[in-house]
């Protein structure tokens, strides 16, 4: 495979990364940079590793990993975009202003395996056209890091453009994504 197509590879692999960094921007309201950098760098690396884990895992996995990816991405898009839904309803009524914070811990580690699991599969076919994988793995991740970053900078302008209830917004932004990814692969 030549650099131009691993490039849209990577493009098409990051916009998912790239709109769940826009939903934590929508969620949140506002961001920091170091929750910019942390959404990006997460985004980033697991969209490195992926496929050196997919590549790793070579064709003999191809088709178990494969069968279900897609269900653990919607799982945990769903979990995390109906957690956002939940806890956005629940500060409307109670009119608070703070937003589960997705750039840190457990929330934004599940959010970068979900968005990364089509890398996997990525990987593996890296393995199966018996393509070396550091160069395009770390292409992928360093456009998935800066179409998060972009994401993550631009979703706090669209939330105030877009005003109150951006966290369910972004929730159901992430379920979306979810769904489309499992209706892709059904």
Same mark, same amino acid.
């Given at each position: ?43 980033? +690396? ?9 590549? !790793? $895992? #070579?064709? &003999?996995? %191809? *088709? ?45 580690? +599940? ?9 996997? !599969? $990525? #990987?593996? &076919?890296? %393995? *199966? ?58």
């Amino acid at each position: 495979m030549r650099w131009p197509w691993i490039l849209l590879l990577a493009l098409a692999l990051a916009v998912d990364a790239f709109v769940v960094a826009l939903g934590i921007g929508l969620a949140r309201g506002r961001l920091s940079p170091r929750q910019e950098f942390r959404i990006a760098f997460h985004f980033g +690396l697991f969209q490195f590793m992926m496929p050196i884990l997919g590549w !790793a $895992a #070579g064709r &003999s996995m %191809a *088709a178990v990993i494969q069968a279900f990816d897609h269900w653990v991405a919607f799982a945990l898009l769903a979990f995390v975009g109906g957690r956002m839904v939940i806890e956005g309803a629940a500060r409307r009524e109670a009119k608070s202003s703070r937003a589960k914070d997705a750039t840190r811990g457990v929330e934004l580690i +599940l959010l970068s395996v979900a968005t990364s699991l089509d890398a996997l !599969a $990525a #990987g593996l &076919s890296f %393995a *199966a056209l018996g393509m070396r994988v550091l160069g395009p793995a770390l292409l992928i991740g360093g456009v998935a890091m800066a179409l998060s970053y972009a994401g993550a900078r631009s979703g706090p302008n669209l939330g105030r453009a877009l005003g109150r209830g951006t966290e369910i917004f972004g929730g159901i932004v992430l379920i979306g994504i979810g769904v489309k990814i499992l209706l892709e692969h059904l």
